[in-house]
């Protein structure tokens, strides 16, 4: 197997590839920590990763980052990354299309926040007096902060709550739940969703930006990451499956890949809910954090990418359907792969017993009721991440472990644990970032507030 490098005294050890981990190990090598990471896949990325699509690369399920992911953005500057450059940035501008009804059209307009979101759900076209005096009454209760519920409850019981119509419900809050939560509004925590919008409307105009990405997934952040990672002196290994950890006494001593032995003062295990679960499995000092972790639940996020001629295109690089099996439509033309259409279906659904190629036939047959003057597709490709996130349902918070765990020297980051995000990439570069910080801390040169996280 390949020779690891592991410096003393102070050795950390990082157990995942994917952004959460990748994000700790950009911190810890830029205090000065030698950091070996391993990575069970051939590469880097974990649920936000490329994978080949004809004569493209595509991403494994299409996403999406807003100017609030502050975290993500710092973290490119970071390492070297041209945000300008490498990120199409556009004010909020939706169209939410209908198959059999009227369309929904909000656009931001360039006033400080919040009065930008006010403004454009004032001037929405789509709907009528009823719905914009109802959008405009939550919009302002969270500016006053009055919406926060003592008690999480779900998003549907907020909306019920705030009394906001069944057109307003349909055309904007279930699709923007679906988007940031990938939960269903009946089961989707009021309380995570509201820290979104917060976040995302009542801070500055541009946190609500919309900030679609010029390459891939994997060029965008995990290569430059590693490259980064490895220039500052740590060690990135691929295709390393961590089989087993070695904990003795409450204190972590090392994993074990196969046979194989990698000791380790300070362990951080980035990898998913599942893999966790895993690896933790029988150790009687995490038995706590195993019984949360095992009531977790998930979501599915399919990505249907489309190939047509060049010549296709939208007048938006993303607009909406309100009632059909789409949900999210992107124009991948922003990547330099004009006429490649990216379809996103969130959460469970019928759609989830259809054979791929009934639904790419299906999502084609929509586009065409969408857009009647677009050929025919040349090429489909559907992607099923039947686990892609954790379904952030009422009072999932109180199972979200912390980044510090009771066994000495292990730490957990990513997306599912305690930073008030939904499973996102922001929520994980969050965990990571914390993370480090928090290691930083514990071995002594430096406290938690030298890592900036906005």
Same mark, same amino acid.
Request: overall charge neutral; charged content about 15%; hydrophobic content about 40%.
């Given at each position: 197997?390949?020779?690891?490098?592991?410096?003393?005294?102070?050795?950390?050890?990082?157990?995942? %590839?994917?952004?959460?981990?990748?994000?700790?190990?950009?911190?810890?090598?830029?205090?000065?920590?030698?950091? +070996?990471?391993?990575?069970?896949?051939?590469?880097? %990325?974990?649920?936000? $990763? !490329?994978?080949?699509?004809?004569?493209?690369?595509?991403?494994?399920?299409?996403?999406?980052?807003?100017?609030?992911?502050?975290?993500?953005?710092?973290?490119?500057?970071? /390492?070297?990354?041209?945000?300008?450059?490498?990120?199409?940035?556009?004010?909020?501008?939706? +169209?939410?299309?209908?198959?059999?009804?009227?369309?929904?059209?909000?656009?931001?307009?360039?006033?400080?926040?919040?009065?930008?979101?006010?403004?454009?759900?004032?001037?929405?076209?789509?709907?009528?007096?009823?719905?914009?005096?109802?959008?405009?009454?939550?919009? &302002?209760?969270?500016?006053?902060?009055?919406?926060?519920?003592?008690?999480? /409850? *779900?998003?549907?019981?907020?909306?019920?709550?705030?009394?906001?119509?069944?057109?307003? /419900?349909?055309?904007?809050?279930?699709?923007?739940?679906?988007?940031?939560?990938?939960?269903?509004?009946?089961?989707?925590?009021?309380?995570?969703?509201?820290?979104?919008?917060?976040?995302?409307?009542?801070?500055?105009?541009?946190?609500?930006?919309?900030?679609?990405?010029?390459?891939?997934?994997?060029?965008?952040?995990?290569?430059?990451?590693?490259?980064?990672?490895?220039?500052? %002196?740590?060690?990135?290994?691929?295709?390393? $499956?961590?089989?087993?950890?070695?904990?003795?006494?409450?204190?972590?001593?090392?994993? &074990?890949? =196969?046979?194989?032995?990698?000791?380790?003062?300070?362990?951080?295990?980035?990898?998913?809910?599942?893999?966790?679960?895993?690896?933790?499995?029988?150790?009687?000092?995490?038995?706590?954090?195993?019984?949360?972790?095992?009531?977790?639940?998930?979501?599915?996020? +399919?990505?249907?990418?489309?190939?047509?001629?060049?010549?296709?295109?939208?007048?938006?690089?993303?607009? %909406?359907?309100?009632?059909? &099996?789409?949900?999210?439509?992107?124009?991948? !033309?922003?990547?330099?792969?004009?006429?490649?259409?990216?379809?996103?279906?969130?959460?469970?659904?019928?759609?989830?017993?259809?054979?791929?190629?009934?639904?790419?036939?299906?999502?084609?047959?929509?586009?065409?009721?969408?857009?009647?003057?677009?050929?025919?597709?040349?090429?489909?490709?559907? /992607? $099923?991440?039947?686990?892609?996130?954790?379904?952030?349902?009422?009072?999932?918070? !109180?199972?979200?472990?912390?980044? !510090?765990?009771?066994?000495?020297?292990?730490?957990?980051?990513? =997306?599912?644990?305690?930073?008030? &995000?939904?499973?996102?990439?922001?929520?994980?570069?969050?965990?990571?970032?914390?993370?480090?910080?928090?290691?930083?801390?514990?071995?002594?040169?430096? +406290?938690?507030?030298?890592?900036? *996280?906005?």
């Amino acid at each position: 197997m390949a020779e690891f490098h592991l410096a003393e005294p102070h050795s950390v050890v990082i157990i995942g %590839g994917g952004w959460a981990g990748l994000a700790a190990a950009v911190k810890l090598t830029q205090k000065g920590h030698p950091v +070996t990471l391993l990575e069970s896949a051939r590469q880097a %990325g974990g649920r936000a $990763r !490329r994978v080949a699509f004809a004569n493209y690369t595509v991403d494994n399920g299409q996403h999406l980052l807003i100017g609030a992911y502050h975290t993500i953005l710092e973290l490119l500057n970071d /390492i070297g990354i041209d945000v300008q450059q490498s990120l199409l940035r556009q004010p909020l501008n939706l +169209t939410m299309h209908s198959l059999h009804g009227k369309p929904l059209r909000l656009k931001t307009p360039p006033l400080p926040a919040p009065l930008h979101l006010l403004f454009a759900l004032l001037s929405a076209r789509g709907l009528n007096i009823s719905d914009r005096l109802s959008a405009l009454r939550f919009g &302002y209760a969270l500016f006053r902060g009055k919406l926060f519920p003592t008690t999480d /409850i *779900s998003v549907a019981e907020l909306l019920q709550q705030q009394k906001q119509t069944d057109r307003l /419900i349909q055309a904007f809050w279930q699709p923007l739940c679906l988007a940031i939560m990938n939960t269903p509004l009946q089961e989707a925590s009021a309380t995570i969703f509201l820290q979104v919008l917060s976040d995302a409307f009542l801070r500055q105009r541009r946190d609500a930006d919309l900030l679609f990405p010029h390459h891939d997934l994997g060029a965008l952040f995990p290569e430059p990451a590693m490259h980064y990672i490895e220039q500052q %002196g740590g060690h990135v290994h691929l295709g390393m $499956r961590v089989s087993a950890l070695k904990i003795e006494n409450g204190k972590i001593c090392g994993v &074990y890949i =196969d046979n194989t032995f990698i000791p380790a003062q300070q362990l951080l295990l980035a990898t998913s809910v599942r893999a966790s679960l895993a690896l933790i499995q029988g150790q009687k000092d995490l038995a706590s954090l195993q019984a949360n972790l095992a009531q977790f639940h998930f979501q599915p996020v +399919t990505t249907i990418y489309l190939q047509y001629p060049p010549e296709v295109q939208l007048s938006q690089p993303m607009q %909406g359907l309100i009632d059909g &099996y789409a949900e999210w439509i992107f124009d991948r !033309r922003h990547c330099g792969q004009p006429g490649m259409i990216s379809v996103v279906i969130s959460s469970h659904g019928p759609h989830m017993d259809e054979s791929k190629e009934q639904l790419g036939a299906r999502i084609a047959a929509e586009l065409a009721q969408l857009f009647p003057h677009w050929p025919a597709t040349r090429a489909q490709f559907v /992607i $099923r991440e039947k686990r892609a996130t954790f379904s952030s349902r009422v009072n999932i918070n !109180r199972l979200r472990p912390e980044n !510090r765990t009771s066994v000495k020297g292990l730490w957990l980051a990513g =997306d599912y644990t305690n930073n008030g &995000y939904p499973a996102t990439l922001e929520g994980a570069v969050r965990s990571g970032v914390q993370c480090a910080a928090l290691i930083n801390s514990e071995i002594g040169q430096d +406290t938690p507030d030298s890592f900036h *996280s906005s």
